[in-house]
């Protein structure tokens, strides 16, 4: 998820609005938004290629693994326990190691698999880490650059929220299973369409400790059951 050796950095090439308003870029890509979803996502300088390094993440990447509940580490599924919640594993301190990160509420960490829950991580290894069952973990919003209609303003590293599709009605919404937002969301036409993504968000309620000792047997099952499981690699192409 995080960018590679072959990415430079993340950019916004020139911009236009379209007829219905939502931002694209002039020379758009097929990878310009994740499917399914109408907000415009940040893009990547390079190609991914070579080792990751740092903790700045791809946002195609990462909205894959925060729509698809897939594992920030390998992009296989995310870990569940018997009820089915998908685990996260969060940072103990924020980054100014002062204040506690929160067991509960937004989060643009993607959940993850059993076995990189228990791997290093660059961005865990000072900060301690949190292994955790989301009862519920409903894709909520994006944080990206807001560009204000009809100014050349830039509102840099916004929090906007996205709603619900019109179409799904209520009943939809309940017979969703906690936790799986994909192809259940559509952002708002107001603020979102003027926004270039570049992380997405959940937010992550009924939250409860997951026990490291169960987390590394559903590591070792997954080790056994390793054909079965979807591809760690995205396909050619694809960034």
């Known amino acids: 998820?995080?960018?590679t050796t072959g990415e430079r950095g993340l950019h916004v090439p020139p911009l236009s609005t379209k007829t219905d308003g939502w931002l694209t870029y002039r020379n758009a890509s097929p990878?310009?938004?994740?499917?399914?979803?109408?907000?415009?996502?940040?893009?990547t300088v390079g190609s991914p290629s070579g080792r990751p390094v740092g903790a700045q993440v791809s946002p195609y990447r990462q909205a894959l693994c925060m729509v698809e509940l897939a594992c920030q580490g390998c992009r296989r599924p995310a870990a569940r326990?018997?009820?089915?919640?998908?685990?996260?594993?969060l940072p103990r301190w924020r980054a100014d190691g002062t204040t506690?990160?929160?067991?509960?509420?937004?989060?643009d960490m993607p959940p993850s698999c059993a076995r990189c829950a228990l791997s290093w991580c660059p961005v865990l290894k000072d900060r301690g880490r949190q292994?955790?069952?989301?009862?519920?973990?409903?894709?909520?919003?994006v944080y990206g650059s807001l560009f204000v209609p009809g100014t050349t303003g830039v509102l840099e590293e916004q929090y906007v929220e996205l709603a619900e599709d019109e179409d799904e009605g209520d009943d939809a919404e309940e017979e969703r299973a906690p936790g799986d937002g994909a192809g259940g969301q559509r952002a708002r036409p107001n603020l979102v369409s003027a926004v270039v993504a570049e992380r997405f968000v959940r937010d992550l309620q009924c939250v409860t400790p997951a026990d490291p000792d169960q987390v590394r047997k559903l590591a070792a099952q997954q080790d056994r059951a390793a054909t079965l499981v979807l591809p760690a690699s995205a396909p050619a192409g694809r960034p």
């Open 100 to 107: 506690a990160y929160p067991a509960q509420g937004l989060t």
């Open 31 to 43: 990878y310009d938004r994740y499917p399914g979803f109408d907000v415009l996502l940040m893009r």
């Open 1 to 3: 998820m995080t960018l």
């Open 131 to 141: 292994l955790l069952w989301a009862g519920r973990a409903e894709l909520v919003g």
């Open 81 to 89: 326990n018997e009820q089915g919640h998908p685990l996260f594993v």
